[in-house]
């Protein structure tokens, strides 16, 4: 019963199994993270870039999860290929579904693994919505997200930035000459995401980019 569910402070988009992101339909499920507008400035940011390039893109989603930005990017950079990787089944499985649903399955490449070490190759991009609630803020949370969404996709470790840590120390490699990385990030986080970018990417250049409501949420780093 959808009153019930609701009343058990269940996500609407867990009820109806579908939420708008970036325009674009998605299916959702408890699996995954329910897409957020915020994660819509890194969608933003990353055509950009990648409409700048001289080549078809090559981009990575990492912690794909419902596949959101994966397939927003897919949808509107017709010749790019992206890499959609995850460390769980589950969420990869509701990315193929919506790569499916908008026409993009041939070019999303849906990855099992760790961070970036499933690529075959290197990357132009690399985009992630990773975990970045901190561990200690996990009871404050409102019951919608601490007691339906997975804690996986969203808890970061004490003071939120281990896996951002762990990925800005093992992209080099999975970069291509110039490429950049796109980190969704936690308001107030800003000053110490920039410099853990500075320190795995000391020659980079690394920005913040505020959110509709002012507060640092983005980390795009240059190399």
């Known amino acids: 019963d959808l009153a019930a569910r609701r009343a058990q402070r269940e996500p609407l988009a867990y009820i109806t199994g579908h939420r708008e992101f970036f325009g674009l339909d998605l299916a959702v499920d408890g699996r995954v993270l329910v897409p957020r507008p915020e994660t819509e400035l890194l969608v933003e940011r990353a055509l950009s870039l ?12 990492v912690g794909a999860g419902s596949g959101a930005i994966a397939v927003a990017l897919a949808v509107h950079l017709p010749a790019a290929t992206i890499y959609a990787l995850d460390e769980a089944p589950g969420p990869l499985a509701v990315t193929a579904e919506n790569a499916r649903r908008h026409g993009v399955e041939e070019r999303v490449h849906c ?12 990357m132009h ?26 804690r996986a996709a969203l808890d970061g470790g004490p003071g939120g930035l281990e896996v951002i840590r762990r990925l800005l120390a093992t992209a080099g490699p999975y970069l291509r000459p110039g490429g950049a990385i796109l980190l969704e990030i936690g308001a107030g986080q800003g000053p ?9 990417f000391p020659q980079a250049r690394a920005e913040l980019l505020p959110d509709y409501a002012g507060l640092d949420r983005l980390l795009v780093v240059q190399t």
Not at 192 to 200: D, F, I, Q, S
């Open 192 to 200: 110490a995401a920039r410099a853990l970018a500075g320190e795995h």
């Open 111 to 122: 990855l099992q693994g760790d961070l970036l070490s499933p690529l075959p190759e290197a």
């Open 125 to 150: 991009l690399v985009c992630a919505n990773l975990p970045y609630v901190g561990s200690e803020e996990w009871e404050a949370l409102a019951p919608e997200i601490r007691e339906h969404e997975p």
């Open 50 to 61: 990648a409409r700048r390039l001289p080549e078809p893109a090559v981009i990575a989603d």
